[in-house]
């Protein structure tokens, strides 16, 4: 029996503390009487229940728990499902468990309890730590007695070192959703920073999120990846040709990738013939892939050119002008090249093509923006052309050239263009000893102009 003086000591710590710790947030859910809900978890053990459970008073909150390990007896419960990590399985644990809740209980507690129904499917760190830890997670949740109910699906990506501490990230992480569907007066995009109170983005990160319902219909899937980025929850984002949030690993997974990074201040910038050129070269260099290569327009909330102090406002400006035509797109918070190829690495060891304008290759030469590396702009040409990786360089007008190196104001006296007509790699010369570096890099097939 939970004491009667629990809910007046949990309702003065809600006016004097801003943010509660997990345990708090737990019980605050336990000793809730309009909260009743369902817990599954398959993967990463069952630390979301182990948290009502923990605190106290989960007889007030929780009408089952359950963990249907055992792939035959998952597909006995939820159906047949190709994999069982996937936002397939995790929909279908959803529709189940919410079904059977408000089938057994509406009649007797519908006209004063708002019902819930949590799940998830999570790869943790197996024994021999070689797998990719991830999962999805799923709540769906009323906001008023009766109401129709409203779904949150996230992909996650598990960044500890350990089985253990990915456990304990999945269940705060659990708690911390839950808390956030039932004590946010209004939804908006930022609500997501929520979910990694008492965790950062080095343990989780947070790819993908999907809502739909009454209550969340409104959430722009543009303002709620720019919310992921910009807030530091995710070190990248997708959005698909229709705008939609889609997990990298998904789309990415063994398949080549073309990508051109660009400011994209200016609607001059979205040159369609970039990509359209580089994809055909890339055609004639492997004419029958396994997966269809994927062009992607990768956009940076910390720019090397500049940095983060570009507003919000203005990046969901270039970032609507280029989902906009039906792009797939990459937001992101890497800083350089280089560090593009890292992330794509994580999914694919397929080709890698940066797609670019001549002037955009220029400025990858610039040795102060490597100061902070101690190899400086040798390391950083080493991080970039990883495994089977090119950049393919566009050929420019020299009015097009000259007017990108203004908009940048970068200093281009390294640089000298030879001859007249489209500025192209064959045109360009550097300065010794940066000169030396340019011609290595173009000699080993490394940099090409996409015919």
Known sequence: MIPAGFPAILAAMSTETEEFSTHQKALAINLDRGIYGTVAEIGAGQEVARWFFRVGG??????????????????????????????????????KEYRLLCERLGDALESHTRFFAFADTVAARNFTGTNDCH???????????????????????????????????LGILGINLIYAAFHTPEF??????????????SRVEIDMVHVSGPALEHLDPLEMGMSLVHGDLALAVMFGPDGQLEPPNEVIRKRSVIVERGLYQHHTEIDPEVLASAHRQLHRELPDPEREPLPLMELSVNNLREGTNIDRDEYMRRLRAITAPGHWVLLT????????????????????????????????????????????????????????????????????????????????????VIDDGDVSIEKMELQRPLGLLFRYVKEAGWIVTPG
């Open 58 to 95: 989960a007889a007030g909150s929780i009408a089952k728990t359950m963990s249907a390990y055992d792939m035959q007896v998952s597909d006995q419960i939820y159906g047949k499902s190709g994999r069982y990590v996937s936002r397939q399985r995790v929909e279908a644990m959803l529709d």
């Open 135 to 169: 999962g999805w997670i799923g709540l769906r949740f009323q906001t008023v007695p009766g109401g129709e109910p409203n779904d949150v699906i996230l992909h996650v990506n598990m960044l500890d070192r350990t089985n253990l501490l990915q456990q304990e990230a």
């Open 188 to 201: 908006t995009p930022d609500f997501l920073h929520e979910l990694q109170d008492d965790l950062n983005s």
């Open 333 to 416: 918070r890497l800083r350089h090249s280089y560090n593009l190829t890292d992330y794509l690495r994580r999914y694919s060891q397929q080709p890698l093509r940066f797609a670019m304008g001549t002037s955009t290759l220029a400025m990858l030469f610039a040795g102060e923006y490597y100061a902070q590396l101690p190899g400086g702009l040798l390391e950083a040409t080493g991080k970039l052309f990883a495994d089977n990786v090119k950049i393919y360089a566009h050929p420019m007008s020299p009015e097009a050239f000259d007017a990108h190196m203004t908009a940048a104001e970068f200093d281009s006296s390294f640089l000298t």
